[in-house]
């Protein structure tokens, strides 16, 4: 009968306590001093252990998200040195058209707005990045009038490389761009810089 009545009595107010500072412990990942098969035992067995542990979860999970906080707000700086960086993505690709269309004699844009990307590409890179190669030259050939075009077919053949290059070095992923200038190599002779640019443009890529 006293095996009985210790079974179903209530566990101590000290051992209770003893527990719930191992409990507490191991709220705080700290090492209890009991075995973790005890105190789950115990907590199973002592329902008012039991509901102090359920309390002490959802302190815990509390703390937690209002440590974590809510997300921060994205970086109003970093989004717009990603949208800066886009935009002059966006216009090299379009000069590097103009310069492909130049090459190839075909309709191009009017040099009026080509200036205009080019105000606009100062404005996002600087007027130092424009004085830097790939883009002086590249801006020299795309706003070049058509009356100054070499009339001598030599320089001219050389002229329409050079720009086809240019477009390369603007546009290196843009698929058309970068098959006009390894066709242009490859008519003029110079299939082993055909295959080195072949091989940096691949590299690019991946």
């Known amino acids: ?61 509390w703390l937690d998200e209002s440590v974590a906080g809510a997300p921060l707000p994205p970086d109003v700086s970093v989004l717009a040195e990603k949208a800066r960086r886009a935009l002059v993505r966006e216009l090299a ?14 309709a191009a844009r009017p040099h009026g707005a080509r200036r205009d990307d080019v105000r606009r590409l100062l404005a996002l890179a600087g007027a130092a990045a424009l004085r830097q190669d790939p883009w002086r030259p590249a801006l020299r050939l795309a706003l070049q009038p058509a009356r100054r075009l070499p009339s001598d077919p030599h320089l001219l053949s050389v002229r329409r490389g050079q720009a086809f290059k240019l477009a390369a ?38």
Do not use: F
């Open 1 to 61: 009968m006293s095996t009985l009545l210790e079974r179903i009595r209530p566990a101590s107010a000290a051992l209770c306590d003893a527990m719930r500072q191992d409990l507490c412990r191991l709220a705080a990942d700290a090492p209890p001093s009991r075995p973790v098969a005890a105190l789950a035992l115990h907590a199973r067995g002592c329902p008012a252990c039991a509901a102090w542990v359920d309390s002490l979860a959802h302190a815990r999970r």
């Open 93 to 106: 690709a379009r000069l590097a058209r103009d310069l492909q269309d130049d090459a190839r004699q075909c």
């Open 169 to 206: 070095r603007l546009d290196p992923l843009g698929l058309d761009v970068a098959l006009g200038h390894l066709a242009v190599l490859e008519r003029d002779g110079r299939g082993g810089a055909a295959d080195a640019e072949a091989d940096r443009l691949l590299a690019l890529v991946g």
